[in-house]
């Protein structure tokens, strides 16, 4: 099972994008979903983490009041909608799924391929 994010792109400054993470099989139920980042020469970084039922939300002080976490278990997926974005988020966006909402690498299982977003002038 993969996870598939995407949605990234180039943005402008203060602009929003909206990223989604759907797994490769429907059968797949994503427990425990968050979302990372990763900038170039630094390490991977939380960013905001939403349980099965969306009751339990965590999210990162960095991007607190900007990012927002979601979850349509319809259709399976999960979207992180980021707004005021800056040229500091510029990175490569990953999500994750596990069994339960953590804020670091070793609480998920299962990663998708990422999704670069590029936020520049």
């Known amino acids: 099972v993969q996870l598939q994010a995407s949605g990234g792109g180039l943005v402008q400054p203060g602009g929003s994008l909206t990223l989604s993470c759907v797994a490769s099989?429907?059968?797949?139920?994503?427990?425990?979903t968050g979302w990372f980042r990763q900038a170039p020469g630094k390490e991977r970084e939380f960013l905001a983490a939403?349980?099965?039922?969306?009751?339990?939300?965590e999210v990162a002080d960095i991007v607190k009041g900007r990012f927002t976490i979601s979850r349509d278990n319809r259709k399976n997926s999960v979207t992180l909608q980021m707004n005021n974005l800056r040229p500091e988020d510029t990175a490569v966006y990953y999500c994750?799924?596990?069994?339960?909402?953590?804020?670091?690498?070793?609480?998920?299982?299962?990663w998708g391929l990422g999704t670069q977003v590029t936020v520049s002038s």
């Open positions: 994750a799924a596990g069994s339960v909402v953590g804020n670091a690498d070793i609480f998920y299982d299962f």
């Open positions: 099989s429907h059968t797949f139920r994503m427990d425990a």
């Open positions: 939403i349980s099965w039922s969306g009751e339990t939300v």
